[in-house]
């Protein structure tokens, strides 16, 4: 079994362990060892979302890379060297598999999610329906960064469509990287698919 390429995402509080390989296997933590830990931690979780794929690989870290405000907010936002190279059309078809099982699995969380969530020690945190709200209005922001501009209100299975349709489009664009795209979009679907789940649990 082939390793599976990892970078790291170092703020100035938050690090984030990024695959390459797998968009969406992404986890944050304080220091770089934390990061690692928690990718490794949800190893088994991630899985369960690509079980038609192949099995995950053993964690190399092939490079790192210095955040900014976004990274220390919550988000990994920072391009790497890797982001130059459009990824090979095996590669990339196999991330376009992801994004649909990203979309699929938060689909399923959603439906069997109950309507209030649970909150934390402040009262703070979203309930369901604005976490969903969220996400959607999120993709179609991403979407303007890989060149689809979607107009508020569109439902959302034709907005996931036309930016799906951009994505095998290869197109280049002065907005994001597509591999890069791919990687903070995915994460962000899956990050709050976990949320909904944890919290709905």
């Not at 991403?142 to 979607?150: A, E, H, L």
């Not at 959302?156 to 990687?183: C, D, K, T």
């Amino acid at each position: 079994m082939r390793s599976t390429d990892f970078y790291t995402e170092v703020g100035k509080k938050v690090v984030f362990a990024v695959s390459l390989d797998w968009p969406g296997w992404c986890r944050q933590g304080k220091t770089v060892e934390d990061a690692l830990i928690e990718v490794e931690n949800y190893r088994e979780r991630y899985q369960k979302i690509v079980p038609a794929l192949r099995p995950l690989g053993k964690i190399s870290v092939v490079g790192t890379i210095k955040g900014d405000g976004t990274t220390d907010f919550g988000a990994p936002s920072v391009l790497g060297p890797w982001d130059k190279t459009p990824a090979k059309s095996v590669d990339r078809l196999r991330h376009l598999e992801i994004l649909s099982a990203s979309w699929h699995y938060f689909d399923d969380i959603v439906k069997r999610a109950p309507a209030t969530m649970k909150k934390g020690p402040r009262g703070g945190g979203r309930d369901r329906d604005a976490i969903v709200a969220h996400v959607q209005e999120a993709e179609r922001t991403y979407g303007r960064k890989i060149g689809v501009r979607v107009p508020p209100r569109t439902p959302w299975p034709q907005q996931r469509m036309a930016i799906m349709n951009q994505f095998h489009s290869g197109v280049a664009n002065a907005g994001w990287p597509q591999e890069y795209a791919l990687r903070r979009m995915v994460w962000h679907i899956i990050d709050h698919a976990w949320e909904i789940e944890d919290k709905g649990s």
